[in-house]
Each structure stands twice: as C-alpha cells, then as structure tokens.
C-alpha cells in the first residue's frame, strides 16, 4: 500500500474545506480515461499542440538541431507518443543526429512505445530511461558533452499551483546546461465558455475521470463512497486563469474509509477540490520563466491561439 497515498487522502478529507490530489486520478482505469478525454472534441488541447508540431515542425527542429554533435530529445510523460511522432518523423527524414529519451517510471510503458517507435521510425536512435524524471534528469545532467532538450507537452504544467510550478521549473533548470532546452506547452487563457466544456463534457467522461479518484479510495483504502451521491462540478475565473474541478456531495452522509480507521462526514453540498487546471498568457509565462531562472526563446501557436509551446533557455 501507497503510504503517501494514505496519509494524503486523510490530510485531504479531514480538511476544511476538503480537497484531494488529481495526481491520484491515474491509476490503470484513469489512464484510459484520461485517453479517451484526449479524443473528446471539447478537448482542444490534443488537438491544437499536435497542430503546432505539423505546423512549426521544420522551425522547431531547426531550434533543436543548433550543433553538430547532436542532442538527445528527452521526453517526460511520453504516454502513446502520438505527437511526438510527428517531430521524431521530421527529425528522421531530414537526417537529424538526434537520440529520443522518453523517461517514464514504468517500464512497461517504455517498452511499448519503443517497440512501437522502432516500427514506425525504423532507424530512429531511441533509449528509454525508467525513473522518476528528477532522478533522471540528474543522471543525465552529467552529460555534458551533448546538447539536451527537454520536452514535457500537454499543459500538464497547469495541474500545479504557481509556486509548485516554478519549483517544477526551476528543477528543470538545475537540469539543464548552457545550451540545453526546454520545450514545454501551455494552455492559454481563451473564451471561457470554451474551457468550461473542455472540463465538463456531457457524455460524463470528465465526471468519470474526476470521480476515479473516490473508486480508487474504495479500492485501495476499503472506502465506501457511493460515487453517485457525488456529481462533478466545474468552474473557471476568467481573471486568475485558474480552472477548477470539484466534487460536490448531493446529500449528507458518512463515509467510512476502513484502512484510514475513519468516518468522514458530509454536510449537503459539501466539495471536496479535486484539480486546478491553469490557463495561461505570455505575460504569466515570462513571470514564472524568470522565477525559475529561464528566459523564453521562441514560442510556437495553432491557428486559433488557444494553445503555445514555449522555448525555454536559462
Ligand atoms: C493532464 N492535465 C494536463 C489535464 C488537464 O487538462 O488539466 C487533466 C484533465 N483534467 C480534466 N481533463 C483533463
């Protein structure tokens, strides 16, 4: 049993108001939920990054391909590599010298995507390192003989408050060398009513991945939540930039976690804070890149301007 798991879920409960962590939503069954929100068509963010490495892939490889001796294009959070794809193909067929290093924790996920990469890209160099991406990042700090650049797509950024961010950010820079990149995505602040049906679509995809987190309490800790007692709520501030996911009780009732040795109890109503999502804007960008030690370089956007990848250096 995940001890951290644990004692968070009872920090989180016992709180007022109460919250839980979203890195907890993914375990097997919230990696395939999280899956099928990527196919949902509110879900603009899939689809506006994979636009931007087709549309800039030729100014963005150029970016990346500065030296003679090459790079290693180091992923975190690889998951299918579907856009990544996109570049390593570029990459390849313009001859780059390039090593891709999709870092991950679990083996298995490595496995498959460089099976799948080596058919695909069949002379594509690739090498994937299992670990925690700060373990690895601090091996492969010591090789400095080779240009590195980071990649981490998907806005997964956002999922951190500010200061959790530029402590994410700042790691990444202790990372990095003088040369080295990083190459990461953020969701910008848009039309509202557009993010709110990114994060609330009506066929319950996003209530099922929200609630995974109450199933996995059940499963793992001998909760007795009834998931239906709980509805997935949705909101966003346009001023902060700041999305916001909850689950809110419809009734009162106790819930009993037996491994916790507790009983929690729900007034009507009652939320408990489960994610935050953070929209952003250039200025925002430059504020937490100057917090962290890095300055921007270049960023790259789709058509409609919801979505950039930014390029980091220090
Ligand atoms: C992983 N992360 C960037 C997603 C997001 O957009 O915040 C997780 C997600 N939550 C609800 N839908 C998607």
Redesign the pocket.
Do not use: K, P, R, V
């Given at each position: 049993m995940d001890n951290t798991f644990k004692k968070e879920v009872l920090e989180g409960l016992t709180s007022f108001p109460k919250y839980l962590s979203?890195k907890y939503?993914y375990d097997k069954k919230g990696d395939k939920l999280?899956q099928d929100?990527?196919a949902m068509p509110e879900?603009y963010?899939t689809n506006c990054e994979f636009e931007i490495l087709k549309t800039h892939k030729e100014a963005i490889a150029n970016a990346f391909n500065d030296t003679e001796k090459g790079f290693d294009l180091i992923e975190l959070g690889a998951g299918d590599g579907k856009k990544t794809k996109v570049l390593l193909k570029h990459l390849q067929e313009k001859n780059v010298n390039y090593t891709y290093k999709p870092i991950d924790i679990s083996q298995n996920a490595i496995d498959n995507l460089v099976t799948a990469l080596s058919k695909e890209i069949p002379k594509i160099q690739v090498a994937g390192e299992k670990g925690e991406y700060f373990e690895v990042l601090e091996r492969l700090k010591n090789f400095k003989d080779r240009k590195k650049v980071i990649m981490v797509l998907?806005?997964?950024?956002?999922?951190l408050l500010h200061p959790k961010a530029i402590d994410f950010l700042s790691k990444l820079k202790d990372s990095m060398n003088e040369n080295d990149l990083l190459f990461m995505g953020f969701?910008q602040k848009k039309n509202p009513q557009t993010i709110l049906d990114?994060?609330n679509d009506l066929t319950g995809i996003?209530e099922a991945?929200?609630k995974n987190l109450l199933n996995r309490i059940n499963k793992e800790l001998g909760g007795n939540f009834n998931l239906d007692n709980f509805k997935h709520w949705e909101v966003y501030d346009p001023e902060t930039g700041t999305?916001k996911?909850y689950l809110v009780a419809t009734k009162e009732m106790l819930v009993t976690i037996d491994s916790l040795d507790i009983t929690i109890s729900f007034d009507a109503w009652e939320t408990i804070h489960t994610?935050?999502?953070?929209k952003y804007n250039d200025k925002v960008v430059n504020w937490l890149a100057k917090e962290s030690g890095l300055h921007i370089e270049k960023d790259f956007t789709d058509s409609k301007g919801y979505y950039k990848n930014y390029l980091f250096k220090r």
């Open positions: 979203s939503i999280f929100i990527m879900y963010l998907g806005s997964n950024i956002g999922n969701d990114a994060y996003t991945f929200n999305a996911s994610e935050i999502s953070q």
